[in-house]
């Protein structure tokens, strides 16, 4: 069998030079987290806040931490002095608790806009009018302790792959018309296991990768 150091090598010596891979080890061990570590992989995703803080208070801390599940407000305040970028960012009075919690400890943190693009109703995202009403409002401009840095989007679970590749193109050309206008978008967040080569092919620069790298995982443990 194929272990994680070996899986993170073929993935990463597959993909463009300008794709970041975040490994995505939720539900995952330390030790897990360690042997990626070992074979150079410095950038993680967690969805649980919780969970995220304690691998961090456990691990190097050269890792960037990347928080890429649905946000609880009240929880902000926990990864506030650690956390490299936010990437599910779907409300503004969520981006205003961020920067409240990052003041706290002098530090601007890097967010992501996560885009609602699939069909189904369970994925959480703003609406493309609503991330735009967001960057134009002027009590956004009032935050300074908070950067968007680009936006995250989750296609619909399908086979249909000219779906999802309507979903990713759909976000990719509201990325590139924001990034004429806001000097601060850089990052694409689109593509998991299952379709983060179709993700890049539609302009993704940041994937988010578990259980091609993990193995799959088991949620009643
Ligand atoms: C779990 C998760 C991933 C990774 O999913 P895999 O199918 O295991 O690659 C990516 N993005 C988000 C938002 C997730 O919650």
Known sequence: MQG??????????????NVTLVAVSKTKPISDIQEAYNAGQRVFGENKIQEMVEKYDELPKDIQWHMIGHLQ????????????????????????????????????????LQAHIAEEDTKFGLSFNEIKSILAS????????????????????????????????????LYTGLAKHYTSFKILSMGMSRDYNLAIECGSNMVRIGSSIFGSRNYLT
């Open 73 to 112: 407000r009240n929880k902000v305040k926990y990864m506030a002095h650690f956390v490299d970028l936010i990437h599910g960012v779907d409300s503004f009075k969520t981006l205003k608790e961020i920067d409240k919690q990052a003041k706290k400890h002098d530090r601007v943190i890097n967010c992501l």
């Open 138 to 173: 002027d009590e956004f401009k009032e935050l300074s302790n908070v950067k968007i840095v680009g936006l995250m989007g989750m296609a619909t679970f399908t086979d249909d792959k000219n779906q999802i590749q309507k979903e990713f193109s759909s976000l990719h050309s």
């Open 4 to 17: 994680i150091k070996d899986k993170i090598q073929e993935i990463k010596s597959a993909l463009p030079a």
